[in-house]
RNA sequence: UCCUGAGUAGCUCAAUGGCAGAGCAUUCGGCUGUUAACCGAAGGGUUGUAGGUUCGAGUCCUACCUCAGGAGCCA
Protein backbone atom coordinates (compact mmCIF):
# COMPACT_ATOMS: atom_id res chain seq x y z
CA UNK A 1 0.00 0.00 0.00
CA UNK A 2 2.85 2.11 0.31
CA UNK A 3 2.92 2.87 -3.70
CA UNK A 4 -0.40 5.46 -2.42
CA UNK A 5 0.99 7.15 -0.10
CA UNK A 6 -2.09 9.06 2.20
CA UNK A 7 -2.80 12.81 1.90
CA UNK A 8 -2.81 13.71 5.37
CA UNK A 9 1.31 11.86 5.08
CA UNK A 10 2.56 13.90 2.14
CA UNK A 11 4.75 16.33 4.29
CA UNK A 12 7.16 13.24 4.59
CA UNK A 13 7.11 12.86 0.51
CA UNK A 14 7.72 16.32 -0.43
CA UNK A 15 10.07 16.46 -3.14
CA UNK A 16 8.95 12.92 -4.31
CA UNK A 17 6.73 11.78 -7.21
CA UNK A 18 3.87 10.09 -5.67
CA UNK A 19 0.77 8.56 -6.96
CA UNK A 20 -2.66 9.30 -4.73
CA UNK A 21 -5.78 7.42 -4.72
CA UNK A 22 -8.81 9.53 -4.27
CA UNK A 23 -11.51 11.71 -5.14
CA UNK A 24 -11.94 15.08 -7.39
CA UNK A 25 -13.24 17.79 -4.42
CA UNK A 26 -12.98 21.02 -6.17
CA UNK A 27 -11.26 22.41 -9.09
CA UNK A 28 -10.94 25.95 -10.41
CA UNK A 29 -9.05 27.23 -13.62
CA UNK A 30 -7.47 30.81 -14.80
CA UNK A 31 -7.00 30.22 -18.42
CA UNK A 32 -4.07 28.04 -19.36
CA UNK A 33 -4.05 26.47 -15.63
CA UNK A 34 -6.02 24.57 -13.28
CA UNK A 35 -6.05 23.61 -9.78
CA UNK A 36 -7.69 20.86 -8.30
CA UNK A 37 -8.34 19.81 -5.05
CA UNK A 38 -8.17 16.40 -3.90
CA UNK A 39 -9.16 14.62 -1.25
CA UNK A 40 -8.73 10.68 0.14
CA UNK A 41 -10.40 10.83 3.45
CA UNK A 42 -7.51 11.85 5.27
CA UNK A 43 -6.73 15.30 4.14
CA UNK A 44 -6.77 17.59 1.50
CA UNK A 45 -4.31 19.03 -1.15
CA UNK A 46 -4.72 21.22 -4.68
CA UNK A 47 -2.78 20.33 -7.56
CA UNK A 48 -1.57 22.61 -10.35
CA UNK A 49 -1.42 21.37 -13.85
CA UNK A 50 -0.70 23.99 -16.18
CA UNK A 51 -1.76 23.07 -19.77
CA UNK A 52 2.18 23.31 -21.13
CA UNK A 53 3.20 20.92 -18.38
CA UNK A 54 0.94 18.07 -19.08
CA UNK A 55 -0.12 15.72 -22.18
CA UNK A 56 -3.07 17.69 -23.81
CA UNK A 57 -5.05 14.06 -22.86
CA UNK A 58 -4.70 14.61 -18.69
CA UNK A 59 -5.22 18.49 -19.39
CA UNK A 60 -8.55 18.14 -20.92
CA UNK A 61 -9.58 15.07 -18.95
CA UNK A 62 -9.37 17.26 -15.67
CA UNK A 63 -10.91 19.97 -17.19
CA UNK A 64 -13.98 18.32 -17.80
CA UNK A 65 -14.33 16.16 -14.44
CA UNK A 66 -17.36 16.71 -12.71
CA UNK A 67 -16.85 17.24 -8.36
CA UNK A 68 -16.24 13.46 -6.67
CA UNK A 69 -15.15 11.56 -10.12
CA UNK A 70 -12.58 8.91 -8.35
CA UNK A 71 -9.42 8.84 -9.79
CA UNK A 72 -5.60 7.94 -9.06
CA UNK A 73 -3.25 10.93 -9.65
CA UNK A 74 0.70 11.46 -9.80
CA UNK A 75 2.50 14.27 -9.17
CA UNK A 76 5.73 15.71 -7.25
CA UNK A 77 4.91 17.10 -3.42
CA UNK A 78 5.94 20.10 -3.14
CA UNK A 79 5.88 23.08 -0.28
CA UNK A 80 4.47 25.98 -0.96
CA UNK A 81 3.60 29.05 1.19
CA UNK A 82 0.39 29.75 -0.62
CA UNK A 83 -1.14 26.21 0.31
CA UNK A 84 -3.75 26.11 3.37
CA UNK A 85 -2.06 22.98 4.41
CA UNK A 86 1.35 23.84 3.32
CA UNK A 87 1.84 21.74 0.34
CA UNK A 88 0.56 21.17 -3.46
CA UNK A 89 0.91 18.60 -5.70
CA UNK A 90 2.47 19.21 -9.56
CA UNK A 91 -0.07 16.91 -11.57
CA UNK A 92 1.86 14.74 -13.89
CA UNK A 93 -0.68 12.39 -14.51
CA UNK A 94 -4.22 11.48 -13.88
CA UNK A 95 -6.18 8.19 -14.27
CA UNK A 96 -10.08 8.25 -13.44
CA UNK A 97 -11.67 5.45 -12.48
CA UNK A 98 -15.02 6.41 -12.36
CA UNK A 99 -16.51 9.97 -13.62
CA UNK A 100 -19.49 11.41 -11.85
CA UNK A 101 -22.06 12.53 -14.83
CA UNK A 102 -22.25 16.26 -15.55
CA UNK A 103 -26.29 15.21 -15.96
CA UNK A 104 -26.50 14.47 -12.32
CA UNK A 105 -23.72 16.38 -11.09
CA UNK A 106 -22.83 16.13 -7.13
CA UNK A 107 -25.10 17.45 -5.08
CA UNK A 108 -23.23 18.69 -2.39
CA UNK A 109 -21.24 21.67 -3.56
CA UNK A 110 -19.09 24.36 -1.38
CA UNK A 111 -21.95 26.80 -0.58
CA UNK A 112 -24.26 26.62 2.12
CA UNK A 113 -27.28 24.05 2.16
CA UNK A 114 -30.14 23.60 4.27
CA UNK A 115 -30.31 21.29 7.06
CA UNK A 116 -33.20 18.85 5.52
CA UNK A 117 -30.83 18.96 2.26
CA UNK A 118 -27.81 17.41 3.84
CA UNK A 119 -29.29 15.11 6.22
CA UNK A 120 -31.33 14.20 3.28
CA UNK A 121 -28.08 13.55 1.64
CA UNK A 122 -26.38 12.39 4.91
CA UNK A 123 -24.04 9.40 2.74
CA UNK A 124 -22.20 12.26 0.83
CA UNK A 125 -22.17 15.06 3.24
CA UNK A 126 -19.80 12.61 5.01
CA UNK A 127 -17.45 13.48 2.34
CA UNK A 128 -17.07 17.14 3.27
CA UNK A 129 -13.59 17.72 5.20
CA UNK A 130 -15.91 18.76 8.45
CA UNK A 131 -17.92 16.29 8.48
CA UNK A 132 -14.85 13.80 8.12
CA UNK A 133 -12.93 15.48 10.77
CA UNK A 134 -16.27 15.39 12.86
CA UNK A 135 -15.94 11.40 12.96
CA UNK A 136 -12.30 10.65 13.26
CA UNK A 137 -12.91 13.24 16.72
CA UNK A 138 -15.85 10.57 17.64
CA UNK A 139 -13.35 7.64 17.01
CA UNK A 140 -11.31 8.75 19.23
CA UNK A 141 -13.76 9.58 22.19
CA UNK A 142 -15.03 6.33 21.77
CA UNK A 143 -11.19 4.59 21.83
CA UNK A 144 -10.31 6.86 24.43
CA UNK A 145 -13.22 6.50 26.44
CA UNK A 146 -13.14 2.13 26.17
CA UNK A 147 -9.36 2.56 26.79
CA UNK A 148 -9.68 4.36 29.69
CA UNK A 149 -11.51 1.26 31.37
CA UNK A 150 -9.56 -1.18 29.75
CA UNK A 151 -6.58 0.41 31.41
CA UNK A 152 -7.92 0.49 34.67
CA UNK A 153 -8.61 -2.93 35.22
CA UNK A 154 -12.51 -2.75 34.13
CA UNK A 155 -14.17 -5.77 31.90
CA UNK A 156 -16.14 -4.90 29.45
CA UNK A 157 -19.20 -6.89 29.66
CA UNK A 158 -22.11 -5.74 27.26
CA UNK A 159 -25.99 -6.08 27.93
CA UNK A 160 -28.62 -7.07 25.73
CA UNK A 161 -29.96 -4.82 23.36
CA UNK A 162 -33.23 -6.76 23.36
CA UNK A 163 -34.88 -6.37 26.57
CA UNK A 164 -37.82 -7.47 27.92
CA UNK A 165 -38.99 -4.76 30.44
CA UNK A 166 -38.46 -0.93 30.88
CA UNK A 167 -35.58 -0.59 32.58
CA UNK A 168 -36.61 2.62 34.87
CA UNK A 169 -40.20 2.95 33.80
CA UNK A 170 -40.24 5.94 32.57
CA UNK A 171 -38.78 6.59 29.27
CA UNK A 172 -41.07 5.78 26.03
CA UNK A 173 -39.61 2.45 24.34
CA UNK A 174 -39.31 1.14 20.69
CA UNK A 175 -41.60 -2.17 20.67
CA UNK A 176 -41.47 -5.23 18.93
CA UNK A 177 -43.12 -8.12 18.78
CA UNK A 178 -40.63 -11.34 20.09
CA UNK A 179 -41.77 -14.53 18.55
CA UNK A 180 -45.51 -15.53 19.66
CA UNK A 181 -46.49 -13.88 22.57
CA UNK A 182 -44.11 -11.82 23.57
CA UNK A 183 -42.88 -8.23 23.38
CA UNK A 184 -39.48 -7.34 23.69
CA UNK A 185 -38.19 -3.76 23.80
CA UNK A 186 -35.11 -2.16 22.43
CA UNK A 187 -32.81 -1.33 25.43
CA UNK A 188 -32.94 2.55 26.98
CA UNK A 189 -29.80 1.27 29.44
CA UNK A 190 -27.53 -1.24 30.45
CA UNK A 191 -27.44 -0.38 33.31
CA UNK A 192 -29.15 -2.91 35.38
CA UNK A 193 -27.80 -5.85 33.57
CA UNK A 194 -23.80 -4.52 34.12
CA UNK A 195 -24.81 -4.03 38.14
CA UNK A 196 -25.47 -8.07 37.48
CA UNK A 197 -21.89 -8.31 35.73
CA UNK A 198 -20.23 -5.99 38.15
CA UNK A 199 -21.45 -8.24 41.08
CA UNK A 200 -19.92 -10.82 39.38
CA UNK A 201 -16.09 -8.95 37.94
CA UNK A 202 -15.88 -6.35 39.97
CA UNK A 203 -15.47 -3.53 37.52
CA UNK A 204 -17.11 -3.39 34.34
CA UNK A 205 -18.42 -1.31 31.67
CA UNK A 206 -20.74 -1.85 28.58
CA UNK A 207 -20.31 0.42 25.00
CA UNK A 208 -23.20 0.18 22.47
CA UNK A 209 -26.56 1.75 20.97
CA UNK A 210 -29.10 2.66 23.70
CA UNK A 211 -32.61 3.84 21.97
CA UNK A 212 -35.53 6.09 23.25
CA UNK A 213 -38.34 7.15 21.24
CA UNK A 214 -39.48 9.80 23.00
CA UNK A 215 -40.77 13.18 20.91
CA UNK A 216 -37.73 14.52 21.83
CA UNK A 217 -37.06 17.38 19.12
CA UNK A 218 -34.24 19.29 20.06
CA UNK A 219 -30.65 19.73 19.03
CA UNK A 220 -29.33 17.17 22.09
CA UNK A 221 -31.61 14.24 21.14
CA UNK A 222 -31.09 11.36 19.04
CA UNK A 223 -33.85 8.58 19.24
CA UNK A 224 -30.62 5.99 18.64
CA UNK A 225 -27.59 6.93 20.19
CA UNK A 226 -24.27 5.62 21.85
CA UNK A 227 -23.66 5.01 25.57
CA UNK A 228 -20.77 4.13 27.71
CA UNK A 229 -21.87 2.80 31.28
CA UNK A 230 -18.92 1.87 34.11
CA UNK A 231 -20.38 0.13 37.07
CA UNK A 232 -18.20 -0.55 40.23
CA UNK A 233 -18.74 -2.80 43.17
CA UNK A 234 -17.94 -1.52 46.51
CA UNK A 235 -18.15 1.96 45.08
CA UNK A 236 -19.70 5.03 46.64
CA UNK A 237 -20.50 7.88 45.37
CA UNK A 238 -17.42 10.45 46.02
CA UNK A 239 -15.22 7.48 44.16
CA UNK A 240 -17.73 7.85 41.30
CA UNK A 241 -17.27 11.54 40.93
CA UNK A 242 -13.65 10.73 41.07
CA UNK A 243 -14.07 8.37 38.45
CA UNK A 244 -16.26 10.68 36.22
CA UNK A 245 -14.06 13.50 36.29
CA UNK A 246 -10.83 11.28 35.67
CA UNK A 247 -12.59 9.71 32.97
CA UNK A 248 -13.54 12.99 31.15
CA UNK A 249 -9.91 14.24 31.88
CA UNK A 250 -8.34 11.28 29.67
CA UNK A 251 -10.72 11.19 26.92
CA UNK A 252 -10.38 15.24 26.41
CA UNK A 253 -6.46 14.66 26.90
CA UNK A 254 -6.50 12.29 24.44
CA UNK A 255 -8.72 14.33 22.00
CA UNK A 256 -6.22 17.32 22.01
CA UNK A 257 -3.20 14.99 21.38
CA UNK A 258 -4.23 13.93 18.07
CA UNK A 259 -6.88 15.99 16.41
CA UNK A 260 -5.61 19.62 16.50
CA UNK A 261 -5.93 19.77 13.05
CA UNK A 262 -9.52 18.02 13.06
CA UNK A 263 -10.55 20.57 15.13
CA UNK A 264 -9.02 23.59 13.41
CA UNK A 265 -10.96 22.33 10.46
CA UNK A 266 -14.40 22.03 13.23
CA UNK A 267 -13.74 25.56 14.04
CA UNK A 268 -13.69 24.63 17.29
CA UNK A 269 -11.69 26.87 19.98
CA UNK A 270 -8.99 24.51 21.36
CA UNK A 271 -8.26 26.88 24.29
CA UNK A 272 -11.61 25.85 26.10
CA UNK A 273 -10.84 22.25 26.02
CA UNK A 274 -6.98 23.30 27.49
CA UNK A 275 -8.69 25.17 30.03
CA UNK A 276 -10.90 22.05 31.53
CA UNK A 277 -7.49 19.51 31.56
CA UNK A 278 -5.41 22.46 32.82
CA UNK A 279 -3.75 22.19 36.49
CA UNK A 280 -1.63 18.79 35.63
CA UNK A 281 -0.33 18.40 39.27
CA UNK A 282 -3.02 15.85 39.87
CA UNK A 283 -3.71 13.06 37.32
CA UNK A 284 -5.60 10.16 39.75
CA UNK A 285 -7.19 8.69 36.82
CA UNK A 286 -4.80 8.64 33.80
CA UNK A 287 -3.79 5.08 32.67
CA UNK A 288 -0.90 3.86 33.87
CA UNK A 289 -1.17 5.87 36.56
CA UNK A 290 -1.02 2.74 39.14
CA UNK A 291 -4.86 3.37 39.98
CA UNK A 292 -5.54 -0.25 38.42
CA UNK A 293 -5.70 -3.40 40.51
CA UNK A 294 -4.90 -6.51 39.08
CA UNK A 295 -7.33 -8.85 40.54
CA UNK A 296 -10.51 -7.64 41.73
CA UNK A 297 -12.11 -10.50 42.71
CA UNK A 298 -14.07 -11.13 45.80
CA UNK A 299 -14.24 -8.28 48.01
CA UNK A 300 -11.47 -6.66 46.77
CA UNK A 301 -11.70 -3.15 46.79
CA UNK A 302 -9.71 -0.42 44.89
CA UNK A 303 -8.58 1.83 46.74
CA UNK A 304 -8.24 4.57 44.17
CA UNK A 305 -12.00 4.48 43.46
CA UNK A 306 -12.93 4.82 46.76
CA UNK A 307 -11.28 8.28 48.29
CA UNK A 308 -13.48 9.83 51.17
CA UNK A 309 -15.50 12.83 50.90
CA UNK A 310 -13.17 14.49 52.35
CA UNK A 311 -10.05 13.74 49.58
CA UNK A 312 -12.51 14.13 46.97
CA UNK A 313 -12.82 17.96 48.42
CA UNK A 314 -9.85 18.31 48.67
CA UNK A 315 -6.97 19.43 46.09
CA UNK A 316 -7.22 16.46 44.01
CA UNK A 317 -10.85 17.74 42.69
CA UNK A 318 -10.32 19.63 39.88
CA UNK A 319 -13.82 19.55 38.59
CA UNK A 320 -15.90 21.70 40.90
CA UNK A 321 -18.69 19.79 42.43
CA UNK A 322 -22.21 21.22 43.42
CA UNK A 323 -24.93 19.86 45.88
CA UNK A 324 -28.46 20.42 44.13
CA UNK A 325 -28.48 22.42 47.00
CA UNK A 326 -26.27 24.50 46.38
CA UNK A 327 -27.01 24.52 42.84
CA UNK A 328 -30.26 25.85 43.48
CA UNK A 329 -28.85 28.85 45.44
CA UNK A 330 -27.15 29.80 42.53
CA UNK A 331 -29.98 29.92 40.12
CA UNK A 332 -31.98 31.52 42.42
CA UNK A 333 -29.01 34.16 43.03
CA UNK A 334 -28.97 34.52 39.41
CA UNK A 335 -32.79 34.78 39.39
CA UNK A 336 -33.16 37.62 41.55
CA UNK A 337 -29.73 39.20 39.67
CA UNK A 338 -31.99 39.35 36.45
CA UNK A 339 -29.25 36.58 34.87
CA UNK A 340 -32.42 34.34 34.19
CA UNK A 341 -35.68 34.22 32.57
CA UNK A 342 -37.65 32.06 35.17
CA UNK A 343 -36.70 30.83 38.94
CA UNK A 344 -36.00 27.47 39.53
CA UNK A 345 -38.22 25.74 42.40
CA UNK A 346 -36.83 24.23 44.79
CA UNK A 347 -37.50 20.22 44.63
CA UNK A 348 -37.97 20.43 40.53
CA UNK A 349 -35.04 19.18 38.46
CA UNK A 350 -32.95 21.77 36.46
CA UNK A 351 -34.52 22.85 33.20
CA UNK A 352 -31.96 23.46 30.06
CA UNK A 353 -31.20 26.89 30.80
CA UNK A 354 -30.58 26.28 34.42
CA UNK A 355 -28.04 23.66 32.96
CA UNK A 356 -26.82 26.05 30.73
CA UNK A 357 -26.31 28.54 33.18
CA UNK A 358 -24.68 26.92 36.09
CA UNK A 359 -22.40 25.37 33.14
CA UNK A 360 -21.53 28.62 32.30
CA UNK A 361 -20.25 29.56 35.83
CA UNK A 362 -17.55 27.59 34.89
CA UNK A 363 -14.67 26.67 32.64
CA UNK A 364 -14.23 22.98 33.27
CA UNK A 365 -17.51 20.11 33.62
CA UNK A 366 -19.10 20.43 36.58
CA UNK A 367 -20.69 17.93 38.80
CA UNK A 368 -23.93 17.83 40.58
CA UNK A 369 -24.64 15.64 43.15
CA UNK A 370 -27.79 14.64 45.56
CA UNK A 371 -30.16 15.76 43.89
CA UNK A 372 -33.81 15.30 45.47
CA UNK A 373 -35.02 11.72 45.63
CA UNK A 374 -38.47 12.36 44.13
CA UNK A 375 -37.26 13.20 40.80
CA UNK A 376 -35.11 10.34 40.43
CA UNK A 377 -34.77 6.71 39.38
CA UNK A 378 -35.89 3.95 41.94
CA UNK A 379 -32.68 2.32 41.93
CA UNK A 380 -30.82 4.56 43.64
CA UNK A 381 -29.78 5.01 47.36
CA UNK A 382 -30.58 7.30 49.72
CA UNK A 383 -28.21 9.73 51.32
CA UNK A 384 -27.68 8.49 54.38
CA UNK A 385 -27.27 12.07 55.76
CA UNK A 386 -30.53 13.31 54.29
CA UNK A 387 -32.52 10.44 53.04
CA UNK A 388 -34.83 13.21 50.97
CA UNK A 389 -31.65 12.96 48.30
CA UNK A 390 -30.33 10.27 46.61
CA UNK A 391 -26.79 9.59 46.35
CA UNK A 392 -26.69 10.81 42.00
CA UNK A 393 -24.72 12.71 40.03
CA UNK A 394 -25.36 14.47 36.75
CA UNK A 395 -21.97 15.94 34.68
CA UNK A 396 -22.83 19.04 32.96
CA UNK A 397 -20.38 19.91 30.21
CA UNK A 398 -19.42 23.29 29.33
CA UNK A 399 -20.65 25.60 27.43
CA UNK A 400 -24.29 25.06 27.63
CA UNK A 401 -23.93 21.30 26.11
CA UNK A 402 -25.81 19.98 29.06
CA UNK A 403 -25.94 16.91 30.97
CA UNK A 404 -23.43 14.16 29.50
CA UNK A 405 -22.94 11.65 32.34
CA UNK A 406 -25.74 10.93 34.52
CA UNK A 407 -25.16 8.13 37.71
CA UNK A 408 -25.85 7.29 40.84
CA UNK A 409 -24.69 4.43 43.83
CA UNK A 410 -27.38 2.23 43.49
CA UNK A 411 -29.79 0.90 46.17
CA UNK A 412 -28.33 -1.65 47.63
CA UNK A 413 -30.93 -3.31 50.38
CA UNK A 414 -33.20 -6.05 49.37
CA UNK A 415 -36.14 -4.59 51.40
CA UNK A 416 -35.70 -0.73 50.27
CA UNK A 417 -35.18 -1.88 46.53
CA UNK A 418 -38.45 -3.64 46.39
CA UNK A 419 -40.60 -1.34 47.97
CA UNK A 420 -39.13 0.90 45.58
CA UNK A 421 -40.70 -0.95 42.73
CA UNK A 422 -43.72 -1.41 44.26
CA UNK A 423 -44.00 2.47 44.55
CA UNK A 424 -43.30 3.16 41.17
CA UNK A 425 -46.00 0.39 40.06
CA UNK A 426 -43.25 -1.54 38.33
CA UNK A 427 -43.77 -4.72 37.65
CA UNK A 428 -42.08 -6.99 40.20
CA UNK A 429 -42.11 -10.13 38.49
CA UNK A 430 -39.78 -8.73 35.96
CA UNK A 431 -37.01 -7.15 38.23
CA UNK A 432 -37.47 -10.49 40.63
CA UNK A 433 -33.42 -11.17 38.87
CA UNK A 434 -32.83 -7.57 39.99
CA UNK A 435 -33.58 -7.94 43.02
CA UNK A 436 -31.67 -11.12 43.13
CA UNK A 437 -28.60 -9.03 43.48
CA UNK A 438 -29.77 -7.76 46.57
CA UNK A 439 -30.53 -11.15 47.62
CA UNK A 440 -27.07 -12.74 47.18
CA UNK A 441 -24.09 -10.68 48.93
CA UNK A 442 -24.70 -6.93 47.89
CA UNK A 443 -22.66 -4.80 48.52
CA UNK A 444 -22.65 -0.91 47.85
CA UNK A 445 -21.90 -0.03 44.07
CA UNK A 446 -22.30 2.91 41.86
CA UNK A 447 -21.92 3.57 37.88
CA UNK A 448 -22.91 6.25 35.13
CA UNK A 449 -23.23 6.36 31.75
CA UNK A 450 -21.98 8.93 29.26
CA UNK A 451 -23.61 9.59 26.07
CA UNK A 452 -20.74 9.68 23.09
CA UNK A 453 -22.51 12.10 21.16
CA UNK A 454 -23.03 14.74 23.27
CA UNK A 455 -19.80 14.84 24.50
CA UNK A 456 -18.39 14.58 20.71
CA UNK A 457 -20.89 18.00 20.27
CA UNK A 458 -19.05 19.22 23.40
CA UNK A 459 -16.02 18.54 22.58
CA UNK A 460 -15.93 19.49 18.84
CA UNK A 461 -18.22 22.49 19.73
CA UNK A 462 -21.05 21.23 17.35
CA UNK A 463 -24.48 23.13 17.71
CA UNK A 464 -26.28 19.69 17.14
CA UNK A 465 -25.88 16.15 17.94
CA UNK A 466 -27.10 15.34 14.34
CA UNK A 467 -23.51 15.71 13.34
CA UNK A 468 -21.80 13.32 15.57
CA UNK A 469 -22.50 10.56 14.50
CA UNK A 470 -22.31 9.08 10.93
CA UNK A 471 -26.32 8.29 10.19
CA UNK A 472 -28.14 10.11 13.25
CA UNK A 473 -31.90 8.36 13.81
CA UNK A 474 -34.61 11.29 15.11
CA UNK A 475 -37.75 12.08 15.79
CA UNK A 476 -38.11 12.66 12.02
CA UNK A 477 -35.74 11.13 10.21
CA UNK A 478 -34.76 7.50 9.09
CA UNK A 479 -33.41 8.06 5.58
CA UNK A 480 -30.56 7.30 4.94
C1' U B 1 -47.92 16.23 22.85
C1' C B 2 -47.59 21.73 23.03
C1' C B 3 -45.54 26.61 21.20
C1' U B 4 -43.02 29.31 17.22
C1' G B 5 -41.16 29.63 12.32
C1' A B 6 -40.23 28.02 7.21
C1' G B 7 -41.76 25.51 2.35
C1' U B 8 -40.57 29.58 -4.93
C1' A B 9 -35.21 26.56 -10.39
C1' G B 10 -30.80 20.77 -8.62
C1' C B 11 -28.95 24.12 -4.07
C1' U B 12 -29.24 28.97 -1.11
C1' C B 13 -32.63 32.76 -1.32
C1' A B 14 -35.53 37.46 -3.54
C1' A B 15 -40.32 39.13 -5.52
C1' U B 16 -46.25 46.35 -2.38
C1' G B 17 -52.47 41.43 -4.41
C1' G B 18 -50.61 43.16 -10.93
C1' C B 19 -45.01 40.10 -16.71
C1' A B 20 -41.46 34.27 -12.05
C1' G B 21 -35.96 36.81 -10.36
C1' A B 22 -30.59 36.51 -8.58
C1' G B 23 -26.14 33.81 -6.96
C1' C B 24 -24.21 28.87 -7.03
C1' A B 25 -24.53 24.22 -9.90
C1' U B 26 -24.93 22.43 -15.36
C1' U B 27 -23.59 23.63 -20.77
C1' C B 28 -20.72 27.07 -24.08
C1' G B 29 -16.90 31.01 -24.34
C1' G B 30 -12.70 34.05 -21.81
C1' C B 31 -8.54 34.40 -18.29
C1' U B 32 -1.01 31.38 -16.32
C1' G B 33 -1.51 31.55 -8.99
C1' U B 34 -6.79 30.39 -8.19
C1' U B 35 -8.44 29.73 -2.50
C1' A B 36 -16.70 28.94 -1.80
C1' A B 37 -11.79 32.11 -7.91
C1' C B 38 -13.47 35.65 -11.41
C1' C B 39 -15.86 37.72 -16.29
C1' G B 40 -19.63 36.91 -20.45
C1' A B 41 -23.76 33.91 -22.46
C1' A B 42 -27.49 29.86 -22.56
C1' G B 43 -30.84 26.19 -20.75
C1' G B 44 -33.56 25.35 -16.27
C1' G B 45 -40.49 26.80 -12.68
C1' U B 46 -47.56 22.69 -11.67
C1' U B 47 -44.27 28.76 -6.16
C1' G B 48 -45.42 21.75 -0.55
C1' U B 49 -50.92 19.67 -1.35
C1' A B 50 -56.30 20.59 -1.67
C1' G B 51 -59.94 24.12 -1.44
C1' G B 52 -61.56 29.37 -0.93
C1' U B 53 -61.63 35.10 -1.45
C1' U B 54 -60.55 38.36 -5.78
C1' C B 55 -61.07 41.21 -12.33
C1' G B 56 -56.26 39.12 -10.90
C1' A B 57 -52.97 34.99 -5.59
C1' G B 58 -45.98 33.04 -4.75
C1' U B 59 -48.39 36.97 -1.72
C1' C B 60 -54.82 37.01 1.68
C1' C B 61 -58.17 32.91 4.24
C1' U B 62 -59.09 27.44 5.78
C1' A B 63 -57.42 22.48 6.23
C1' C B 64 -53.61 19.11 5.59
C1' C B 65 -48.37 17.51 4.60
C1' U B 66 -43.07 18.12 5.34
C1' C B 67 -39.00 20.26 7.82
C1' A B 68 -36.59 23.30 11.56
C1' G B 69 -36.04 25.51 16.54
C1' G B 70 -37.81 25.45 21.50
C1' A B 71 -40.71 23.27 25.87
C1' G B 72 -41.57 18.77 28.49
C1' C B 73 -38.28 14.24 29.11
C1' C B 74 -33.64 12.70 29.00
C1' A B 75 -27.59 10.97 27.74
Request: charged residues 25%; aromatic residues 10%; negative net charge.
Amino acid sequence: MSEFPTISSLAAHEGQTVTLRGWLYNIRSSGKLLFPTFRDGTGTIQGIVPKAAVPEEVFETLKNLQLESSLTVTGKVRADSRAPSGYELDVQDIHVISAVSSDDPFPITLKEHGVDFLMEHRHLWLRTPRQSAILRVRATIMRAAAEYFDTNGFIRTDPPILTPNACEGTSELFEMDYFDNDKAYLTQSGQLYVEATALALGKVYSFGPTFRAEKSKTRRHLTEFWMIEPEVAHLELNGLMDLAEAFITHIVTRVLESHRTDLKTIGRDIAKLEAVIANPATEPGAPGSAASSPHLGGGATDPSLLSSRSAAEGSASRFPRLSYDEAHAMLDAAYKAGKLENPHKYGDDFGSPDETYISSQFDKPVLVHRYPAAIKAFYMQPDPDDPTKALCLDVLAPEGYGEIIGGSQRVDSYDLLKSRIEDHNLPLAAFQWYLDLRKYGSVPHAGFGMGIERAVAWLCGLDHVRETIPFARTLNRIYP
